[in-house]
């Protein structure tokens, strides 16, 4: 056991009293996650099962939760607290070293949980990948804003900007949904393709960035990510529409409108990115300096 796992086992009667959740966030976060009935649900690194009545109502009868730890002593607070949800189980292990099933889960959890395992996340991302089945999503979540997470662990970015963390995911074969770093939370929302033959990884794509075209014409490597972002996008301000429709709360919609807010961010960052790697560098090279002010404006919209 290292000094990490022997401190949760030690601090588990005590984690309840010294760390209370933040309800109003965790609602907030099934409102974005939108998980559906009859899910199939992993919690990995549960705790003492704070999120497991949230997920084991939005799973309902016909789904079910599975809160996981290596912590015998939080797992076991958990099933003392939860055991009589009938659609929750509890299972011992270590993210890194467990042998989940491949595409069983819907949902994947990871509820303040990404910085004890940050060190080996891409080990982690592709485990939770091939855990999920194909259109299965993958939460990551912290109730407190990401400067609070990193203090707590010396200061040290365990918790890095979403947009870090988006490109681990995406590189892993996922696509953003959410991507939210508020004052209050951070949130993310990833899905694994649902046809895996769906994603182009990264390294089918050309990465040099030499013009295939004239000036002006330059090769996007991100189209199908920026087209794919989009298409997310269109579909969740249809379902604002629906909910707006159906007389929803105005809370309920306005974190749906932050959610649509943060991913057209996402994806202006990817475009932006994409033409200042490609677009701009040639049309330095070549002297453009049209296509360099054009860059400059398009940056100062993108900043106000
Ligand atoms: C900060 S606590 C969060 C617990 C709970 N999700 C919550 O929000 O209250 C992190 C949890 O992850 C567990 N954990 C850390 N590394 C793990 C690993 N490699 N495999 C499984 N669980 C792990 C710890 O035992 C601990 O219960």
């Known amino acids: 056991m290292d000094k990490e796992h022997i401190f949760f086992e030690n601090y588990a009667r005590n984690w309840d ?6 309800d109003k966030v965790l609602s907030a976060f099934m409102e974005l996650a939108a998980v559906r009935p009859g899910s199939v649900i992993l919690d990995a690194g549960c705790g003492t099962g704070v999120f497991l009545p949230y997920l084991s109502e939005a799973a309902g009868r016909g789904g079910c939760v599975e809160g996981f730890d290596y912590s015998q002593q939080m797992l076991d607070v958990a099933e003392e607290k939860f055991s009589h949800l009938a ?6 292990g270590d993210v890194l070293k467990y042998h989940f099933p491949e595409k069983h ?21 592709r485990r939770l990948y091939d855990a999920l089945v194909p259109g299965g999503m993958l939460l990551i979540m912290h109730d407190m804003p990401r400067k609070a997470v990193n203090a707590i662990h010396g200061g040290e970015p365990v918790l890095p900007p979403v947009d870090i963390l988006e490109e681990k995911l995406i590189s892993a074969g996922f696509s953003v949904v959410i991507a939210m770093d508020t004052e209050r939370f951070y949130f993310i929302k990833v899905v694994k393709a649902a046809d895996e ?4 990884y990264d390294d089918d794509e050309p990465r040099s960035g030499v013009a ?10 991100e189209t199908k990510r920026v087209l794919n972002r989009l298409s997310r996008i269109t579909g969740h301000v249809e379902a ?27 994806v202006s960052r990817v475009i932006l990115k994409d033409h200042i790697d490609h677009c701009i560098v040639d049309a330095i090279e070549e002297h453009d300096t049209e296509a360099v002010e054009n860059l400059k404006k398009a940056i100062n919209t993108f900043v106000k």
Not at 87 to 92: C, I, L, M, Q
Not at 106 to 123: G, I, K, M, Q, T
């Open 105 to 125: 889960y819907d949902v994947v959890c990871c509820l303040n949980f990404y910085p004890h395992v940050a060190a080996h996340s891409r080990e982690v991302i």
């Open 87 to 92: 659609n929750v189980t509890f299972t011992p």
């Open 17 to 22: 009293r010294d760390r209370k959740a933040d």
């Open 240 to 266: 604002i529409k629906r909910m707006i429709e159906d007389g929803r709360d105005c809370s309920d919609v306005l974190v749906q409108l932050a959610a649509v807010h943060s991913a057209v961010a996402g």
């Open 212 to 221: 295939a075209h004239p000036l002006h014409h330059h090769h996007h490597t």
């Open 197 to 200: 033959s769906d994603f182009v």
